[in-house]
């Protein structure tokens, strides 16, 4: 009898089967330092990325589509990103002041976002949306948050209700009842928005993932970001951009450029930074004005945004963030990216239909999503796109690593400007044999 999916991934990572059990005996939470990282029977340990590339701990090598959770435009290893930080290493990380390359990096967004007036760095996403949320609350003077079900901005409090289904009750335990009374959760419907920004007179923001939920997972209706735009300048509301993930993949100014969108805030991370730890929150000059400090002591303890971070902008993220954005700005690793990305998905679709199976491939700019359940998404919500069974997603994703193929989510990918034809074609070859195995554990139905 031939090797399940799962006898053959346990099989192949006796490393990182070795090192499961002390990573639980450290760490909370399946062992995993991020939850998106938990995996049954375990999570396999990476040792090395370059390029389109990782290899285990166990000597498997990948061609990776997860790229540090989108982080890695530049694919791993970038040669100007890692000179960039060997150069910075033997002067410090730290000096608690600011440092040239500081303003470099900050004149680089400025330059290449449409909205970023002025920028301020922070230490990663997340923080760029608790910031942004604070901003925007500042300005106005009122409270409450707009989001959308499903979106993803991080972990902090504020974005905790609206994460997960149901979108009545927060992602997790231990948020403040006072953080959930400030968000207001709404399908992403237009008319829902105007009626609630007709109705309310506290609303300080609207936050949106430009992408739709989960990188687009879940996308937008087209004109959707217009509509935002249009009802929240209409209402005199803040409109948030959520770039982290789109911000310099969808173009070099992120969606917002692609899409002519003129948010008032957009939040950024991850390309920005190279890959390193690092965010920031670009806006319209007057909005971010409430950060400044004017020396009226007065003025500066009780009408204006504090703000710190240790780490913000420090030298390493600096200098590897500037190398980043130097490669960035040409375009071309996002015209190859999203070349080598509809390949990706032209193929998928090719094999979802000769196998005859039940299955959607889709996706925006350099992305992809496969969605078991159906031929088509259209008219399918957060809910039903998010909730394809467990089982099904795990045993997708473990059949591709086991051919040498890993993806940033269950069934999902991102990819970078440094993937080749030869990468998707042995990607490729990988799903089809993916699509057998599972076809003949009776997971996927054939036809």
Request: glycine share 12%; net charge negative; proline share 5%.
């Amino acid at each position: 009898m031939p090797e399940s999916i799962r006898e053959e991934y346990i099989r192949k990572n006796p490393r990182s089967a070795e090192l499961y059990p002390r990573f639980r005996e450290v760490f909370p939470s399946g062992g995993a330092g991020h939850d998106g990282y938990v995996a049954e029977p375990f999570p396999i340990a990476i040792a090395r990325g370059q390029g389109s590339r990782k290899w285990d701990v166990d000597g498997n090598e990948y061609v990776d589509y997860g790229l540090g959770s989108a982080s890695l435009l530049l694919g791993h290893s970038h040669p100007a990103v890692t000179e960039a930080l060997q150069r910075a290493l033997p002067n410090g990380s730290h000096y608690g002041a600011p440092v040239e390359a500081m303003l470099e990096w900050g004149e680089k967004v400025h330059n290449l976002i449409p909205c970023a007036d002025k920028v301020r760095f922070v230490g990663s996403g997340a923080e760029s949306t608790m910031l942004a949320m604070r901003v925007a609350r500042a300005f106005t003077g009122k409270e409450k948050i707009i989001r959308w079900e499903s979106h993803y901005h991080g972990w902090h409090d504020y974005v905790m209700p609206g994460n997960l289904a149901p979108f009545d009750v927060p992602a997790s335990t231990g948020i403040p009842q006072g953080a959930v009374d400030s968000v207001i959760v709404l399908p992403p419907d237009l008319d829902a928005l105007e009626q609630t920004l007709a109705n309310n007179n506290d609303i300080a923001g609207v936050i949106t993932e430009g992408s739709g939920a989960s990188y687009g997972t879940v996308p937008l209706a087209p004109g959707f970001l217009d509509g935002v735009r249009r009802l929240t300048r209409q209402y005199g509301v803040v409109m948030i951009l959520d770039e982290v993930i789109t911000g310099f993949r969808w173009s070099p100014g992120g969606l917002q450029q692609r899409l002519g969108i003129d948010p008032d805030l957009c939040t950024l991370a991850k390309i920005l930074t190279g890959g390193l730890p690092g965010g920031a929150v670009a806006g319209r000059a007057d909005i971010m004005q409430v950060m400044e400090q004017t020396g009226d002591s007065d003025h500066d303890r009780f009408q204006r945004v504090l703000h710190g971070g240790t780490f913000n902008a420090n030298p390493y993220c600096a200098a590897t963030g500037n190398a980043a954005l130097e490669v960035v700005a040409t375009g071309e690793m996002q015209n190859t990216a999203d070349r080598m990305a509809e390949r990706l998905r032209a193929g998928l679709r090719e094999i979802m239909s000769r196998y005859e199976v039940a299955a959607t491939v889709y996706g925006e700019a350099s992305t992809f999503h496969v969605y078991f359940g159906g031929t088509t998404i259209e008219g399918l919500d957060a809910n039903t796109l998010k909730s394809a069974p467990p089982a099904i997603q795990s045993a997708f994703r473990q059949a591709l690593q086991v051919r040498g193929v890993d993806l940033m989510s269950r069934t999902s990918g991102v990819l970078s400007g440094v993937h080749t034809e030869a990468d998707i074609d042995q990607s490729l070859e990988a799903a089809d044999g993916a699509i057998r195995a599972m076809i003949d554990e009776g997971l996927l139905r054939h036809g």
